[in-house]
């Protein structure tokens, strides 16, 4: 797509980088399999409510192993907080089986290996590939990332794989990662889906959709 009219990614990345020195991901994780079972837990919850739930999972599953050996409806009960609590139950049972009939129990490095997974899509894939190993290939894209995108006219597209795909050219491949986190911060507490504060917002002299 044209990006005429479009914020300055670099100005947008200086900026936001400033006013969130600490952006990282807000799901409390210490391993790959943990962040990977945080995700899928995410879908459609909060943050917040998932570390609820993971704090006392974690100690209870510790390996793939412990979460395809769960029967279905105690590993239902476990996430029942996070919602949709059968689909999720069925993808961690199932990625879990994965992980240890393909990977030797351990959560792949690849974006073509991650998202073969059962429950596990391009953005889940990012998620892990950008925050575990360092791996910038792509951009996550959640509902923050895409309401921002085109707001400050980089993307025009509403499907998050099109709107990754208008991304990705325009970051810098080391910022990809921090780019989500910085637009995720900035949706939540500044650019709201239903009435953003343009007039407090860092960004309201370059963002074609400001109101100020």
Do not use: W
Not at 116 to 139: D, S, W
Not at 147 to 173: A, H, M
Request: charged fraction near 25%; glycine fraction near 6%; charge should be neutral.
């Amino acid at each position: 797509m044209t990006t005429t009219g479009a914020a300055s990614m670099q100005t947008v990345l200086e900026r936001l980088k400033g006013e969130y020195p600490n952006a990282e991901t807000e799901l409390t994780y210490s391993s790959p399999l943990e962040l990977l079972v945080a995700v899928i837990l995410s879908a459609q919850c909060t943050d917040v409510r998932v570390n609820q739930v993971t704090g006392n999972l974690f100690a209870k599953y510790r390996s793939p192993e412990d979460y395809a050996a769960a029967p279905p409806e105690e590993l239902e009960e476990d996430i029942r907080p996070t919602g949709f609590f059968r689909n999720k139950a069925r993808s961690i049972r199932g990625m879990s089986e994965a992980l240890i009939r393909d990977h030797d129990g351990k959560v792949p490095r690849t974006m073509q290996e991650l998202v073969a997974l059962p429950g596990v899509g391009r953005k889940t894939a990012n998620v892990i590939l950008g925050n575990v190993f360092g791996v910038n290939e792509g951009v996550v894209v959640d509902t923050h990332v895409k309401r921002l995108s085109n707001r400050l006219g980089f993307t025009e597209e509403s499907d998050p794989v099109k709107v990754e795909r208008d991304l990705i050219p325009l970051v810098p491949e080391r910022d990809r990662t921090l780019f989500a986190h910085l637009l995720i911060f900035h949706g939540r507490n500044v650019c709201k889906a239903r009435k953003p504060l343009c007039r407090t917002c860092l960004l309201n002299d370059i963002c074609p959709s400001s109101t100020v």
